[in-house]
Antibody
Framework: EVQLAESGGGLVKPGGSLRLSCVGS????????MSWVRQAPGKGLEWVGR??????????DYAAPVKGRFTISRDDSKNTFYLQMNSLKTEDTAVFFC?????????WGQGTLVAVSP | DIQMTQSPSSLSASVGDRVIITCRAS??????LSWYQQRPGKAPKLLVF???TLQSGVPSRFSGSGSGTDFTLTITSLQPEDFATYFC?????????FGQGTKVDIK
């Protein structure tokens, strides 16, 4: 059974940083292309970024609102996928989900809440 | 970016009803269209991809159709567990974009 578990969310002040982690199990993590998707409170879904498997080149893409502030990486030895978030803004407040996939998102974690507030 | 517009934004239906949700893209996305179900407080779940292919394990009362700019998700004989919010998503171009969601609640 595919399982994804996010962690690392919390309350942070504007301008602060957080690192989210996503641990995967039940599939060959090193072959997986992974994505981050967020959902502001009461709002819809917004793609944040994604990373291909290292064997497929490890290409990384970011959404325009987070480019230059967020960094995606992976550690296949730990079956873990990361989202380093710097220079956080109040509008980054959301539940962040990790998901498998590059174009469509097959499996999702339960999400972790990031709240950016003065 | 390709804008995805769903209609209606919400609807009320009864168990056993047939429900149709539409999704329109601001430009052609061919058949690169997926549908997701999100129950309150839960993660989204992939239902349909490639416009009409049912994800493994998804009940056959769900079906998707369409191509180009206009798509539909149909739920025949709505069940209690189907009361949720549904999102479409295009994967034709970067960035992947989602519709605003359609909330299906109990009449």
């Amino acid at each position: 059974e595919v399982q994804l578990a996010e962690s690392g969310g919390g309350l942070v002040k504007p301008g602060g940083s957080l690192r989210l982690s996503c641990v995967g199990s039940g599939f060959t993590f090193s072959n997986a292309w992974m994505s981050w998707v967020r959902q502001a409170p009461g709002k819809g879904l917004e793609w944040v970024g994604r990373i291909k498997s290292l064997v497929d080149g490890g290409t990384i893409d970011y959404a325009a609102p987070v480019k230059g502030r967020f960094t995606i990486s992976r550690d296949d030895s730990k079956n873990t996928f990361y989202l380093q978030m710097n220079s956080l803004k109040t509008e980054d407040t959301a539940v962040f989900f990790c998901a498998t996939g590059w174009r469509k998102f097959d499996y999702w974690g339960q999400g972790t809440l990031v709240a950016v507030s003065p | 970016d390709i804008q995805m517009t769903q209609s209606p934004s919400s609807l009320s239906a009864s168990v056993g009803d047939r429900v149709i949700i539409t999704c329109r893209a601001s430009q052609s996305v061919s058949s690169h269209l997926s549908w997701y179900q999100q129950r309150p407080g839960k993660a989204p779940k992939l239902l349909v991809f490639a416009a009409a292919t049912l994800q493994s394990g998804v009940p056959s009362r769900f079906s998707g159709s369409g191509s180009g700019t206009d798509f539909t998700l149909t739920i025949t004989s709505l069940q209690p567990e189907d009361f949720a919010t549904y999102f479409c998503q295009q994967s034709y171009s970067t960035p992947p974009t989602f519709g605003q969601g359609t909330k299906v609640d109990i009449k």
